[in-house]
């Protein structure tokens, strides 16, 4: 399973409705996510925040990108999000490997007014 970052920024009327009647958005969300093969990660993984362009961000682990698109894609058609977006992440245990294969890569690059055909 690979972990996303999703973040997004709720409708007016999404507000407008939790503020009406305020209940547990995420558990709501988790049949319609469990079908598309996404799963909230454990603990505090869906968190409300103070910033002018996300009203959210969840961690949330899913098989592959085309299970996330179609659940996000599902989340914006409900009308409920302004704007929704997720984003592939690593746990820093498997960052090393990336790193590893970024330092294989050192001195094989060269800027154009440098490369010579060989």
Known sequence: MNLYVVMGKYSQDYVSGLIYKPQDRKKASLAMMKKAGVEWAEGNSYVHINHPNFDFIG???SKDENAMK???DM???TGNFQ???FFKAWLP???IEIS????ELVGSF???SEYKEE
Not at 100 to 103: G, H, L, P, T, V
């Open 59 to 61: 961690t949330v682990y």
């Open 70 to 72: 179609a659940s996000t």
């Open 83 to 85: 704007d929704i977006n």
């Open 110 to 112: 060269s800027a154009p």
């Open 93 to 95: 245990e498997d960052y």
């Open 100 to 103: 590893k294969k970024a330092s």
């Open 75 to 77: 989340m914006r058609a």
